[in-house]
């Protein structure tokens, strides 16, 4: 059974840091891309940050610069740092997981609500 589980997820105030951690289980972790996609109350799902097999990484432009994706292929677990958070970073936070050859995500989590405010 595939399982992808996020933590990490709370309240934060403006400015401040947060690590999100999604453990995966059930497939073939290192094969396959791991993303961070968020969606706050009214608006459509973002993709904040994708990490393929290779190591290589893309942001959104709205946390270029503040958020860092990292995996851990020995543990499973793909991380997200989330530094100088702003209001607008509210949202429940999704880790989602996509083979080599999909251009869309084969596995979801099922999220973890991140709020900043003061």
């Known amino acids: 059974e595939v399982q992808l589980v996020e933590s990490g997820g709370g309240l934060v105030q403006p400015g401040g840091s947060r690590r999100l951690s999604c453990a995966a289980s059930?497939?073939?972790?290192?094969?396959?891309?791991m993303a961070w996609v968020r969606q706050a109350p009214g608006k459509e799902r973002e993709l904040v940050a994708d990490i393929n097999i290779g190591g290589r990484k893309y942001y959104a432009d709205s946390v270029k610069g503040r958020f860092t994706i990292s995996r851990d292929n020995a543990k499973n677990t793909v991380y997200l740092q989330m530094n100088s958070l702003k209001p607008e970073d509210t949202a429940v936070y999704y880790c989602?997981?996509?083979?080599?050859?999909?251009?869309?995500?084969?596995?979801w989590g099922q999220g973890t609500q991140v709020a900043v405010s003061s």
């Open positions: 059930g497939f073939t972790f290192s094969s396959y891309a």
């Open positions: 989602a997981a996509r083979d080599y050859y999909s251009s869309s995500y084969n596995f």
